[in-house]
């Protein structure tokens, strides 16, 4: 009896063992190991086209003649070229890389081409000028700026003309006596820079900008920003301000009212048609010049250039360009709240039907120079 009691009391010990053993501990399975992608293949840059040694030629005589120092003529090596070419790329907003790409090539040419054509543009074109400070006249603005009172000079006319980038020349101030002797006083240098691209009211012009200096105490200075395009200067900037050229008209002085009315008419119905639009083809039988005029889309007096009361208002840019030749006639009007167009510096309107002033002939501020 004693015994079975022993085996019952050992099976009761084994059993309850087994119902409190320990469950198998759960071992989270290691994270799969990371594949990472083959490295790409090196790859050696794609070679250069190689450059015909002419291509680079004419290349660096484009840029000496624009008023760049082109280096060593044929080396593309020479550090001098490279910066040229990074020069004229900063200039001309093309991409600054120092290669010479076609774009530059191309814009070498162009600018070139410009150059040489400007020798013979006729700086008498028969036309009215017109400034933002509202003068007019009937022949462009010099590079020599007007001597001051009881002053003269002794430079030739068309002085530094045709232009070249990097050309220097002199003249002299002074006085004159009554038997026409002139007495110097002061000699004024003249230098020109380089051929870049600068925005003017009349648009993106290719220009020269010269630098004038007396050599004199109180001596007077300033700068003339010269066309290629228009055989003129479009800017000059003295101690008194700048006077930028706003427009070229048509000289009309010898044209019937109603024909200079229907050139107004015609320039206003360009400036208010839609962009794109054909451009507008004028002509009347009581003159001989047909004209075809275009407008550029609208931007504010500022992005043109422009600034006091003109700086916030709409404009746009035209050109009226004379069939039959290569004369062209561009300019910049603004509109007024009324809708009125003015040519800046003038509070002259342009006719228009629509603004009840069709019987205007020309613009009050250009009639003093017509008759």
Not at 2 to 19: N, Q
Request: with cysteine; glycine share 8%.
């Amino acid at each position: 009896m004693k015994t079975c009691r022993f085996f019952c009391v050992v099976l009761a010990l084994m059993v309850a063992g087994c119902a409190h053993a320990p469950s198998p501990a759960i071992v989270a399975a290691a994270p799969a190991p990371e594949v990472s992608a083959p490295p790409a293949p090196l790859t050696a840059p794609a070679p250069q086209p190689a450059i015909d040694p002419a291509t680079v030629a004419a290349a660096q005589r484009n840029l000496r003649a624009l008023g760049y120092n082109a280096g060593k003529a044929g080396d593309m090596a020479d550090p001098a070229f490279q910066r040229a070419i990074l020069t004229f790329e900063k200039d001309q907003g093309l991409t600054e890389d120092g290669t010479l790409s076609s774009a530059v090539i191309d814009r070498l040419k162009l600018m070139r081409a410009t150059l040489l054509k400007s020798a013979s543009v006729d700086t008498n074109r028969s036309g009215i000028f017109v400034y933002s400070d509202g003068t007019t006249r009937r022949q462009a603005l010099g590079i020599v700026i007007t001597p001051a009172q009881g002053q003269a000079s002794n430079a030739p006319a068309n002085f530094m003309l045709p232009l070249r980038p990097g050309s220097e020349a002199s003249y002299r101030l002074g006085t004159r006596d009554k038997d026409g002797s002139f007495n110097p006083l002061m000699t004024v240098t003249c230098q020109a820079g380089r051929t870049a691209q600068v925005n003017l009211p009349l648009g993106l012009l290719d220009a020269i900008a010269v630098d004038c200096r007396g050599d004199a105490a109180n001596a007077p200075q300033w700068r003339s920003v010269y066309s290629t395009m228009l055989g003129t200067v479009v800017r000059q900037e003295t101690n008194s301000g700048a006077r930028n050229l706003v427009a070229i008209r048509p000289a009309t002085g010898d044209w019937p009212s109603a024909a200079r009315t229907g050139l107004d008419w015609a320039l206003t119905h360009a400036l208010e048609a839609p962009i794109p639009s054909a451009p507008v083809q004028w002509s009347s039988t009581a003159v001989a010049p047909h004209l075809e005029i275009r407008a550029t889309a609208r931007l504010s007096g500022q992005e043109a250039g422009l600034s006091g009361k003109y700086a916030p208002q709409s404009c746009r840019r035209f050109d009226m360009v004379q069939g039959g030749s290569t004369s062209h006639y561009p300019g910049i009007a603004c509109q007024t709240a009324p809708g009125v167009w003015t040519l800046p510096g003038s509070a002259a309107p342009l006719a228009a039907p629509a603004g009840g002033i069709a019987a205007r002939s020309l613009p009050a501020a250009l009639r003093s120079v017509r008759d």
